[in-house]
């Protein structure tokens, strides 16, 4: 059963930020509630962000997309150049929860909760994305790579919020790839989760990122293996060395779910699977756009 709180439903985001330190901020609740009524969390104060209208606005344009802290994966899956502008975040969003889920939980939410098998972090990740943690004196940019301190610790101070995210919008010579590997296809928690960002010029690797969730304390950049490919001529050689080292560089554990032993099998096998698919994707001749 849930315990007692006190509710607040500001409609600004002044109103909100001066709730907190004292309040907990509340998303849609999927993780907070969840946590309430197991007796995880403790906050007998919330402060419900649902109301403030500008909180869920997606702009996207010819560079950037930035969205706000209420956006919801519903919010993405509805945005009709979502699919174009974060074709991972997209695709993470299309294989999350269930449909009731979806609608109520934010990608803010999925950030702070600090899951190491959060679905919207290695998508977001791989497309270099920076968060805006806003407090009463304004707004810090903080790059989601530098986001994560530990297991479910951050950056974000008590009197913060996520307030928007932004990240430029890939061009077409790059591909960008997300897989989530589940024990079922919907409801389910990532066993293992990747994504790709590769830049292609000619035969050369202008550009990669690799990011993996579930396969370790937070989900990370594996920096070593994208040093691999950046700037190399690519070959299946150089993709498989790329997989083995973002193998050797996750840290996953045996749970209920899978063994260490078969994540990390996974790791290897997806990172390929998903560098080789981005690479066949994008044309040989480079395109300026
Ligand atoms: C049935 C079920 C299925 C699920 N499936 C998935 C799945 O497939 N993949 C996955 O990754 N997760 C899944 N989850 C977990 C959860 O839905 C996600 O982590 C979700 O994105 C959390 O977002 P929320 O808005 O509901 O966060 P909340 O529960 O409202 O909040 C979570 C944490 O973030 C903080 N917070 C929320 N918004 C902000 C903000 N703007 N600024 C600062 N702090 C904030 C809260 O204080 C709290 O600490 C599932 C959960 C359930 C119950």
Redesign the pocket.
Known sequence: MLSEFDLEMPSDLQASLSSLPYA???????????DLRARREKSKRLVW?GNIQAFREIKINAQQVSIG??TTLSDILHSPAMAEAAPSLFNAARV???QM?RN???????I??G?P????VPPLLSLDATICLTNAEGCRSVPLDQFYTGFKTNL?RQDE??TGLSWLVPNSNTANLFYKLARRKG???SVVGVAVTVTREGDRCTHARIALGSVGPTVFRAKDAEAILAGGLLSEKLINDAAQKAMEQSKPIDDLRASANYRRHSVRVLTRRLITQAWHSLPEKTAHT
């Open positions: 907990t901020p509340l998303g849609g609740g999927t993780n907070l509630l969840v962000l802290g209420g999350f929860g269930g889920v109520r939980a934010t990608v803010a939410g999925n702070c909760s899951s098998a959060a679905d919207t974000r919020l996520i409801d389910a928690i």
